[in-house]
């Protein structure tokens, strides 16, 4: 009897040690030092008291956005310009004061035209609205092509000079920017009407009104002009362009 008792506690005394191995498999120990998990222990905290604490504030209104002092800009009229400004006026008064609520004048005595925010200002950014207009004017866009920044949002200005692209003097310069023009300023035309913006040449610079995408069709095309390339190659590639943006929108 005691012959045969002896095995059975052997394999329960075996059963016993396995258990103990598995146990202690179970518990390992962290590979991390004491120095880790304190710094682990502070990370989790701080981001639990960062946003805990995390000032909540509420939306501010126009009258505190501008400090409660009007605020002004001021454009510069070259010469050339005056009488043009002097015949337009009343078309580029009217909507500055009307729709955007800003007060404007022309100043006689520094030749700029200066447009002020007053207490019937609304947004905050008519005011770049309304300078970029006044700018846009003074490049020699049209009032009606200039007026299109104050209604949408996504048009810009670009101006560059013909020498930035390639540093062309006296008759070669004269000829980069007749091609630019074309005849009775057919190329000029047609790159706007492609590219659905507005170009202005005004001696050596180039002044380009429009969306951003635009921009930058009519730009590649007025550069590949003066570089040289042939009008009836810019047109083909400024359709091949346009078409894959219409196709893409």
Not at 54 to 69: T, Y
Request: glycine letters at 6%.
């Amino acid at each position: 009897m005691d012959t045969d008792n002896n095995p059975t506690t052997e394999v329960v005394a075996t059963t016993m040690d396995s258990g103990d191995t598995t146990e202690a498999f179970v518990k390992v120990k962290s590979k991390k030092t004491k120095r880790k998990r304190e710094m682990d222990g502070v990370d989790m905290e701080s981001e639990d008291s960062v946003a805990s604490k995390r000032p909540q504030f509420p939306p501010i209104s126009g009258d505190k956005l501008k400090g409660g002092s009007d605020e002004m800009r001021k454009v510069a009229v070259p010469a050339h310009r005056y009488t043009p400004l002097k015949e337009n006026w009343l078309k580029i008064f009217t909507p500055i004061v009307e729709n955007l609520q800003l007060q404007v004048r022309f100043n006689l005595k520094t030749r700029n035209v200066e447009i002020k925010t007053c207490k019937d200002t609304q947004d905050i950014g008519s005011l770049t609205r309304a300078a970029d207009f006044v700018r846009a004017f003074v490049l020699g866009f049209q009032v009606e092509d200039a007026l299109a920044l104050i209604r949408l949002d996504e048009l810009f200005l670009e101006t560059f000079d013909v020498t930035d692209v390639k540093p062309l003097k006296g008759d070669h310069l004269s000829r980069a920017i007749g091609r630019i023009a074309g005849k009775g300023g057919k190329t000029k035309f047609t790159i706007e009407n492609v590219t659905k913006t507005r170009i202005v040449l005004a001696d050596s610079k180039v002044h380009i009104l429009g969306s951003f995408q635009n921009i930058k069709m009519a730009r590649t095309a007025i550069c590949n002009l003066i570089l040289g390339s042939p009008p009836s190659k810019v047109y083909g590639n400024i359709r091949v362009v346009a078409s894959r943006t219409a196709e893409r929108f």
